[in-house]
């Protein structure tokens, strides 16, 4: 259900210039030019402040095109989003003329993240520049509009087609839209396939392998052993999650009959609530104990005290406030978009921006009135704090300690929004005692444990892909095969030769990587207990919330303002005192849960 992305940039990076690779400087044998440490600085200083500038008209265009989706904002967009990639581009190639300069440490990582910063990295050749950016342009747009025709006159929204399944118990009518949405990415292969064709050729003008590389090495480690920390954390979790798996496949094979979900199968990816099955909080009602718990209804509550979607996001930023972040600036309210307009299409899928760099905070959502969407604005204003922290940062640094680290604020702050924070805002009269917590444990279950070997496989996949590891023919296949193996999902219906399901899946046309959602679900659960510390809180951990705790908010900001001026690592040690990711600490959340879901599962045969 985090499925959110922060533009700082246009979501497009990397390398341009012809003849300039970064062995060629030093293939002038006869007139070497020498750098100095000054020369490295001074090219820094412009690189900050020509890509500043050129930032802030790209962002307007790409808030114009995700806020209205026309032929006209798509070109500005596009046009803009070249210009500044092809900049970034050839700054990051010209950069390693200061390979052999003995810089200080701080001058080196700005080098180095000036060189790996762009997703996707256009070539020298300005034609293949340009049509790598209206390739991308193309498949957003294709992505923010597409939607699924029963009849000519009857079409339906992912929105719509998200909420219906999120409701619906009707196999039939669910499998339909699974399908249907599935029928917008089908044209969108073709245009992938010379994207990620492209983007390969620029991404070895800068002197990486392919694009695959360039992604895995942004995380302050060798990019090949940075898959294999990834191992050692879903290692962690994969028994909580196949017993979860276990109990929720028995529940559901017992509602819909065996023949709909086999016991010793995995799960028809179309009954989990969810249009990728990528969280189950949805299905609660179905897999929940059979005792009576107490969960509170946020929906209901929101409802009751006629919240609308400004009330909504007045009290997430309510609860900044609380730990003493100082309020939104009016603009936030003016510029943001809370609705989906009637009169045009718009990109729905949540974001949080900072369009200037400075102080142009803005969400854009199709707020919907649930609980559900009441965490999803926690977790936008918390990529909104997170920029304004380090907007002082120089550029280089403005930005998430990892990918992870940005994901990871906003739902930090929403696994406060608890029993105990519902009721001191007045959304609830009573706490539910702890009998309750299975029912409210099993529910943040559905929702984050669920979601971990979704967020781990997304980029599995496309390493594959984007490092050329197999062919366009193998992209669907397996795709569905990383879905089994570490889900446990299968697709309802065979798929014909043509599907492109990947690409149903905003991500992967909106070129964003994913890999930030597996580690924000680890990170998340470790800043919690790190920041309930801080706050003195004495409860479990599920039942903490650092609500109005200023010396918790303290703490945060601390980490926060670092921005990615230091390893992650180090960030990390500010506010947890540990380097290390750890997924322990979730084990330790869900510890009432697991033993819960072992004696549910004591008589079944769990595994797929
Ligand atoms: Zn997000």
């Not at 620029?202 to 090495?217: I, P, V």
């Not at 650092?546 to 500010?574: F, V």
């Amino acid at each position: 259900m985090n499925t959110t992305k922060r533009l700082l940039l246009a979501s497009i990076v990397i390398a341009l210039c012809a003849g300039c690779s970064p062995n060629n400087a030093s293939s002038t044998a006869t007139i070497k030019a020498v750098y100095t440490v000054d020369d490295a600085k001074a090219f820094l200083q412009k690189v900050d402040t020509d890509i500043t500038r050129l930032n802030k008209p790209a962002a307007h265009a790409a808030w114009a095109y995700a806020t209205n989706i026309n032929y006209d904002n798509a070109q500005v967009d596009a046009y803009l989003g070249e210009q500044l990639s092809v900049m970034w581009a050839n700054y990051a190639v010209e950069a390693a003329k200061f390979n052999d300069v003995n810089v200080d440490a701080d001058t080196r990582r700005k080098l180095n993240l000036l060189k790996s910063g762009l997703e996707i990295a256009p070539p020298s050749d300005p034609a293949k520049a340009e049509r790598l950016a209206t390739i991308g342009s193309n498949l957003a747009g294709m992505y923010g509009a597409g939607k699924y025709c029963r009849t000519e006159s009857e079409c339906f929204s992912l929105v719509e087609m998200s909420a219906e399944m999120a409701v619906s118990r009707d196999p039939a009518l669910m499998l339909e839209f699974w399908e249907g949405w599935r029928k917008v990415s089908v044209p969108m292969k073709e245009i992938f396939i010379e994207q990620v064709s492209i983007a390969n050729e620029g991404a070895k003008e800068l002197g990486y392998a392919n694009t695959s590389e360039l992604w895995r090495t942004k995380y302050d480690m060798p990019a090949q052993e940075f898959p294999k920390e990834l191992d050692r954390l879903w290692g962690q979790i994969q028994p909580f999650y196949e017993s979860l798996h276990c109990h929720v496949r028995a529940e559901l094979s017992d509602y819909y009959g065996e023949d709909i979900v086999p016991l010793d199968k995995p799960i028809p990816a179309h009954l989990l609530g969810n249009m990728w099955a990528q969280s189950w909080g949805n299905i609660y009602d179905i897999v929940k104990p059979q005792q009576e718990m107490n969960v509170p209804d946020v929906t209901k509550a929101l409802a009751e005290q006629d919240y609308d979607e400004i009330k909504m996001v007045k009290q997430a930023e309510n609860f900044f406030s609380s730990l003493g972040f100082d309020p939104l600036p009016d603009t936030f309210y003016e510029r943001s978009m809370f609705q989906k307009p009637q009169d045009r299409e718009v990109q729905c899928h949540a974001s949080a921006w900072n369009v200037d760099e400075k102080d142009d905070l803005r969400i854009k959502m199709c707020i919907q009135k649930t609980g559900e969407e009441f965490n999803v604005i926690h977790h936008e204003l918390g990529h909104n704090y997170y920029q304004r922290a380090y907007k002082d940062q120089p550029m280089l640094y403005r930005g998430s300690a990892n990918s992870g680290f940005h994901e990871a604020i906003g739902d930090t702050i929403a696994l406060s929004i608890t029993p105990t924070y519902l009721q001191q805002i007045g959304l609830i009269d009573q706490i539910p005692d702890e009998s309750n917590d299975i029912g409210m444990l099993l529910k943040v279950a559905l929702d984050k444990i669920a979601f971990i070997p979704f967020g781990l496989l997304v980029d599995q996949w496309r390493w594959q892909v984007l490092a050329g590891d197999i062919t366009p023919e193998q992209y669907n296949t397996l795709w569905w095969q990383l879905r089994e193996k570490y889900q446990g999902v299968a697709a309802p219906v065979a798929r014909s030769i043509d599907a492109f399901d990947p690409g149903a899946k905003y991500h992967v046309p909106a070129n964003v990587s994913y890999t930030r959602y597996f580690l924000a679900h680890i990170l998340q659960f470790q800043f919690h207990k790190a920041l309930c510390d801080i706050a003195g809180s004495e409860e479990a951990l599920h039942r903490c919330s650092i609500y109005g705790s200023k010396k918790a908010g303290e703490a945060l900001n601390n980490m926060l303002e670092m921005g990615k001026s230091r390893p992650w690592q180090e960030a990390m040690t500010t506010l947890t005192g540990s380097p290390n990711m750890d997924a322990s600490t979730i084990q330790a959340y869900f510890a009432p849960l697991k033993e819960w879901l072992d004696k549910q599962n004591e008589e079944r045969n769990c595994g797929w």
